[in-house]
């Protein structure tokens, strides 16, 4: 009976289990639905539910505690690769590792790497884990700085890390015409701040991989304001891959475009 209960979409991160909602009928069977969890995966000790939107610049959701014992620290694993994140306090989301291999497939040794919203670092951890690449990793929130650097101790790599802590805005001033690929993963509002990648980019140019939301009606509107915005702001630039991450509502999904781009001097 408890079986019929469980969700079937919830997340697995390390120990701790994650639930996106639960139908209203379902609220007052919380913490049964907790137990089942725990009962079928014998290594969750935590079982959480999602309570309100990701919200905040440091992009954090709220977690009420339905079962287990409370911790938001955990390690988990992913293509080879051990991240540590605190729920609580930077953001993590087990959904993106399909993403986080796919955009590491591609570098190449000797590539410098902006990823200018890192979180904890996976996209960083798992270049440097597989490539001699450099790669700045970059992020407004001081907590996901320290768990980048504390993943960075506790995997082997091959590249080079170097955590940056601040908002983007400001390094992109600073470390300019320097990288072969940047990495947008705010896809919020990394529109606003394809300038700064620009920034980012060599002379001669380079990969962006940009992640949007976008309803699936929108879909043309979104690679036509794209195309604007990169026509105003590079020399050349060639669409190279549109395709939906997952979804995140009903016909919505979270989106990733790469490209080519070439900035304006
Ligand atoms: C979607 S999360 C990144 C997730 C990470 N790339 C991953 O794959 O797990 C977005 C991150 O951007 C950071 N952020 C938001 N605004 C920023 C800014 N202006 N400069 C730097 N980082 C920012 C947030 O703190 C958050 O950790």
Redo the contacts with the bound molecule.
């Keep these: 009976y408890l079986l019929t209960l469980v969700p079937s979409s919830f997340d697995i991160v390390g120990d701790i289990a994650i639930l996106e909602k639960l139908e209203p009928e379902l609220i007052p069977y919380k913490k049964e639905i907790a137990e089942a969890i725990m009962k079928v995966h014998t290594n969750v000790k935590t079982v959480l539910l999602k309570t309100g939107k990701v919200e905040g610049?440091?992009?954090i959701p709220n977690y009420e505690l339905i079962g287990g014992i409370e911790n938001y620290k955990t390690i988990h694993k992913e293509y080879g690769i051990k991240l540590k994140v605190d729920l609580s306090k930077?953001?993590?989301?087990p959904r993106?590792a399909t993403?986080?291999n796919r955009v590491a497939l591609q570098v190449k040794d000797g590539e410098i790497v902006i990823?200018?919203?890192?979180?904890?670092?996976?996209?960083s951890i798992m270049i440097a884990q597989r490539v001699k690449a450099k790669i700045y990793a970059?992020?407004?929130?001081p907590n996901?700085v320290e768990l980048i650097k504390e993943n960075i101790r506790i995997n082997k790599l091959k590249g080079e890390i170097i955590p940056l802590c601040?908002?983007?805005?400001n390094f992109s001033n600073i470390l300019m015409n320097i990288a072969n690929r940047v990495?947008m993963?705010?896809?919020g509002?990394a529109i606003s701040?394809l300038d700064c990648a620009m920034k980012f980019l060599k002379k001669e140019g380079g990969i962006v991989h940009l992640y949007a939301f976008s309803k699936e009606e929108d879909f043309e509107k979104f690679n036509n304001d794209l195309s604007l915005k990169l026509s105003s702001l590079t020399e050349y630039y060639k669409i190279l891959n549109f395709k939906e991450v997952r979804p995140v509502a009903p016909r919505e999904w979270q989106i990733v475009i790469d490209f080519f781009a070439k900035p304006i001097q």
């Design positions: 610049i440091f992009r930077a953001y993590y989301s993106l993403e986080h990823d200018m919203f890192a979180g904890v670092g996976p996209f970059i992020d407004i929130n996901a601040g908002d983007v805005r990495i993963n705010l896809p509002e701040y």
